[in-house]
């Protein structure tokens, strides 16, 4: 059972409370920090694979994994209607606090509501945990579109974490698809249980697509080895 670190996090930054930031590691990668004020920033703020997607929206928006809600009150600003909803309670406080105004504490296969655009970005795959679930999702998201909808999702292709001095990789053909981590997360010494979570190349991506009847293109590649696709 999750301890909601990660939402302890963003209450604390939001009620003034800010003395540290999460720090966060991957089963084949140390310690690295994720500040806290990034995850409250403006659209100016944003990676461009972020910008691009929030400009791409249309309709009325689900936006998956709120969090702090950067995204939806980006969106609501520019008059959407959006859904925010977050598996943690302390996201969605948070995002209610700073404005959301439809903000739900539910998980992504809870959701039943039909929508033009849903969102699903910050390594958007990572919620599908591992590569034999992702049909199972990518089913839901599609049942999920109205007519004429549209899935924004991104990821990277983590394949240059196991390169080797010579140039080649260092995959182990015997375990998992490569993408598939264990993620740890800590804030002021507590740790949180670890989770699954998934990073798909596109190629990946694009063949679970196909084999559940959606489309899949890329729209635009980031700055280190991350990309945007959209899903129809």
Same mark, same amino acid.
């Given at each position: 059972?999750?301890?909601?670190?990660?939402?302890?996090?963003?209450?604390?930054?939001?009620?003034?409370?800010?003395?540290?930031?999460?720090?966060?590691?991957?089963?084949?990668?140390?310690?690295?920090?994720?500040?806290?004020?990034?995850?409250?920033?403006?659209? /100016? !703020?944003?990676?461009? %694979?972020?910008?691009?997607?929030?400009?791409?929206?249309?309709?009325?928006? *689900?936006?998956? @994994?709120? &969090?702090?809600?950067?995204?939806?009150?980006?969106?609501?600003?520019?008059?959407?209607?959006?859904?925010?909803?977050?598996?943690?309670?302390?996201?969605?406080?948070?995002?209610?606090?700073?404005?959301?105004?439809? /903000? !739900?504490?539910?998980? %992504?296969?809870?959701?039943?509501?039909?929508?033009?655009?849903?969102?699903? *970005?910050?390594? @958007?795959? &990572?919620?599908?945990?591992?590569?034999?679930?992702?049909?199972?999702?990518?089913?839901?998201?599609?049942?999920?579109?109205?007519?004429?909808?549209?899935?924004?999702?991104?990821?990277?292709?983590?394949?240059?974490?196991? !390169?080797?001095?010579?140039?080649?990789?260092?995959?182990?053909?015997?375990?998992?698809?490569?993408?598939?981590?264990?993620?740890?997360?800590?804030?002021?010494?507590?740790?949180?249980?670890?989770?699954?979570?998934?990073?798909?190349?596109?190629?990946?991506?694009?063949?679970?697509?196909?084999?559940?009847?959606?489309?899949?293109?890329?729209?635009?590649?980031?700055?280190?080895?991350?990309?945007?696709?959209?899903?129809?």
């Amino acid at each position: 059972m999750s301890k909601d670190i990660f939402g302890k996090a963003l209450l604390d930054y939001q009620n003034g409370n800010y003395t540290e930031d999460i720090i966060t590691s991957t089963n084949i990668s140390g310690e690295d920090i994720l500040p806290l004020p990034y995850l409250f920033r403006d659209c /100016a !703020e944003m990676p461009t %694979l972020e910008q691009k997607a929030l400009q791409l929206c249309k309709g009325k928006i *689900l936006d998956v @994994g709120c &969090g702090a809600g950067s995204h939806s009150l980006w969106l609501q600003e520019k008059g959407f209607q959006v859904k925010a909803i977050d598996s943690s309670k302390g996201s969605v406080s948070v995002s209610k606090k700073r404005g959301v105004i439809n /903000a !739900e504490l539910k998980s %992504l296969l809870e959701e039943t509501e039909i929508f033009d655009t849903i969102l699903v *970005l910050m390594n @958007g795959t &990572g919620i599908f945990q591992e590569l034999t679930e992702v049909p199972k999702y990518l089913t839901h998201l599609k049942s999920l579109l109205k007519l004429n909808g549209q899935i924004l999702i991104d990821s990277s292709d983590i394949k240059y974490m196991y !390169e080797v001095e010579d140039g080649g990789y260092w995959l182990d053909i015997n375990a998992n698809y490569y993408g598939e981590l264990d993620y740890y997360l800590s804030y002021k010494g507590e740790e949180e249980v670890p989770i699954k979570w998934l990073y798909l190349d596109f190629e990946t991506l694009k063949t679970a697509c196909r084999t559940v009847g959606l489309h899949c293109e890329k729209i635009t590649d980031g700055e280190h080895f991350d990309y945007l696709a959209r899903l129809f």
